[in-house]
Antibody, heavy 117, light 108 residues
Framework: EVQLLESGGGLVQPGGSLRLSCAASGFTVNSDGMSWIRQAPEKGLEWVSGIDESDGSTYYADSVKGRFTISRDNSKNTLYLQMNSLRAEDTAVYYC??????????WGRGTLVTVSS | EIVLTQSPGTLSLSPGERATLSCRASQSVTNNFLAWYQQKPGQPPRLLIYDASTRATGIPDRFSGSGSGTDFTLTISRLEPDDFAVYYCQQVAFSPRTFGQGTKVEIK
């Protein structure tokens, strides 16, 4: 059974950093594309970043480009999102997802990131 | 980036009725790479439809997707109590893979 478990969220001050983790089971993170999607409180979904299964190419939304970095550790079967220079508008629940094709076929339960002083 | 506009914002219907949700793209979605998701409160989204019209594994056949180019539709043929939720479309043809703002299907 495919499972995704996010961790690493919490309260951080503006300008600070956090690293989110997404532990995968039931498949290997380098066998499929993976993505991070976020949802601000009471708002819609925003795709944040993705990584290809084949060559590890990475993609970012303009809103996070240059501040966030997606990566994966195959030995730990874990996906990461390094978030730097955090802003209030980055406050959201962050979901990791396994991509099937380019769609997000399996989702974790999410981890809440709050950026506030 | 491609902007997706969903309509209506809210759909008030009764169980057993038909729901028709619209998703319009600001430019043509190549290969009809458009997906639909369902989200219930406190839960992550669930993939319903991909490639505009293909149901994901385990999705009941009362859910159907149609459309091409810039205009896409999600139809729920007969609403069941479990179907009242928010629905999002997403284009996956181009990066960034943008979502629509969502349509809430609520009980009338």
């Amino acid at each position: 059974e495919v499972q995704l478990l996010e961790s690493g969220g919490g309260l951080v001050q503006p300008g600070g950093s956090l690293r989110l983790s997404c532990a995968a089971s039931g498949f290997t993170v380098n066998s499929d594309g993976m993505s991070w999607i976020r949802q601000a409180p009471e708002k819609g979904l925003e795709w944040v970043s993705g990584i290809d299964e084949s060559d590890g190419s990475t993609y970012y939304a303009d809103s996070v480009k240059g501040r966030f970095t997606i990566s994966r550790d195959n030995s730990k079967n874990t996906l990461y999102l390094q978030m730097n220079s955090l802003r209030a508008e980055d406050t959201a629940v962050y979901y990791c997802a396994r991509d099937e094709g380019w769609e997000h076929g399996h989702w974790g339960r999410g981890t809440l990131v709050t950026v506030s002083s | 980036e491609i902007v997706l506009t969903q309509s209506p914002g809210t759909l008030s219907l009764s169980p057993g009725e038909r729901a028709t949700l619209s998703c319009r793209a600001s430019q043509s979605v190549t290969n009809n790479f458009l997906a639909w998701y369902q989200q219930k409160p406190g839960q992550p989204p669930r993939l319903l439809i991909y490639d505009a019209s293909t149901r994901a594994t385990g999705i009941p056949d009362r859910f159907s997707g149609s459309g091409s180019g810039t205009d896409f539709t999600l139809t729920i043929s007969r609403l069941e109590p479990d179907d009242f939720a928010v629905y999002y479309c997403q284009q996956v043809a181009f990066s960034p893979r943008t979502f629509g703002q969502g349509t809430k299907v609520e009980i009338k």
